[in-house]
Nanobody, 125 residues
Framework: QVQLVESGGGLVQAGGSLRLSCAAS????????MAWFRQAPGKEREFVAA????????NYADSVKGRFTISRDNSKNTVYLRMNSLKPEDTAVYYC??????????????????WGQGTQVTVSS
């Protein structure tokens, strides 16, 4: 059974930083893309960042470019999201996602087959 477990969320002041982690179990994703999405109250789930199977290619939403960094450690079957210069509008539940078939850093929800339960990130002003 595949599981993605996020950790690292919490409450932080505007301008602060957090690092999210997502540990996968049940199968290896070393040949597959992984990504982060987020969903704020009353809004649809939106793309944040994606990383290719090797980590050699990344893709970011315009709203987080220059502030967030996605990375992965295939030896640990884990993907990370470093978030700097956080803003109140970054407040959301952050979800980790993994693709069963796609190796490239796709920014669309439909490319991902496995999802974590989410971790809350709250940025106070």
């Amino acid at each position: 059974q595949v599981q993605l477990v996020e950790s690292g969320g919490g409450l932080v002041q505007a301008g602060g930083s957090l690092r999210l982690s997502c540990a996968a179990s049940g199968r290896t994703f070393s040949n597959n893309a992984m990504a982060w999405f987020r969903q704020a109250p009353g809004k649809e789930r939106e793309f944040v960042a994606a990383i290719s199977w090797s980590g050699g290619s990344t893709n970011y939403a315009d709203s987080v470019k220059g502030r967030f960094t996605i990375s992965r450690d295939n030896s640990k079957n884990t993907v990370y999201l470093r978030m700097n210069s956080l803003k109140p509008e970054d407040t959301a539940v952050y979800y980790c996602a993994a693709s069963r078939t796609t190796a490239q850093a796709m920014g669309v929800i439909g490319a991902y087959n496995y999802w974590g339960q989410g971790t809350q990130v709250t940025v106070s002003s």
